[in-house]
């Protein structure tokens, strides 16, 4: 009985975080003047902002664990390779080293600097790549916020201010959240919505 109410409470947390969040994003991004209230009067799915937040939490921790592995395998890799190459050249000083038991140990010595410096210069870049390629599961889901701001612009367009329009098409097209999670749907929308 108790994991099912912490399990309800958290439900309850997520949507109330969704639908402010979500409201915040809208209103940071909205054009002041005539049309604003078209934003105010935007119901934001209910549902589907749990389902957004949940996707996103899921997301979020997916991506982190890819990058983790990616920069896991490049350590992974930078090492192997520092360990082969310092083994590789320094492999006639390991012989001597072997066979002449006076003469100071170089073998070590050769084997840490070698090591080192092919591992330092070693690094695919798997982490970064990670990163950069589930960059969208972190995502919110910034659509229905996005269509909102667009009828806010419709609105100002039918009223005949087109600079005001233009300016709130700009807002959402120049905004870095959503350029990075807007579907490309809505990207297409924002698009002919300038043109006209």
């Avoid at 038991?101 to 084997?111: F, K, M, N, V, Y």
């Avoid at 709130?168 to 698009?191: G, H, M, T, Y």
Wanted: net charge positive; aromatic share 6%; hydrophobic share 40%.
């Amino acid at each position: 009985m108790k994991r099912r109410t912490s399990i309800n409470t958290t439900f309850v947390l997520l949507f109330i975080l969704s639908c402010a969040s979500a409201k915040n994003l809208g209103k940071d991004h909205l054009t002041p003047g005539s049309c604003e209230a078209e934003f105010t009067r935007t119901k934001l799915p209910e549902g589907q902002s749990i389902w957004s937040k949940l996707a996103q939490a899921g997301g979020t921790g997916v991506s982190y664990m890819v990058t983790g592995l990616g920069y896991s395998t490049d350590m992974i890799l930078s090492f192997t390779s520092g360990v082969v190459a310092g083994v590789a050249i320094c492999s006639p000083l390991i012989l001597l080293d072997t066979v002449a038991e006076d003469i100071p140990i170089l073998s070590g010595e050769c084997l840490g600097d070698v090591g080192v410096a092919v591992a330092s210069a070693t690094n695919p870049g798997l982490g970064k790549v990670a990163s950069k390629g589930t960059e969208r599961w972190r995502c919110p889901n910034v659509d229905p916020v996005a269509e909102g701001l667009i009828r806010v612009a419709d609105c100002y367009k039918s009223n005949g201010e087109m600079d005001r329009a233009q300016e709130q098409l700009w807002r959402i097209e120049n905004s870095a959240v959503f350029k990075q999670c807007l579907s490309p749907k809505l990207k297409d929308k924002v698009r002919a919505a300038q043109t006209i």
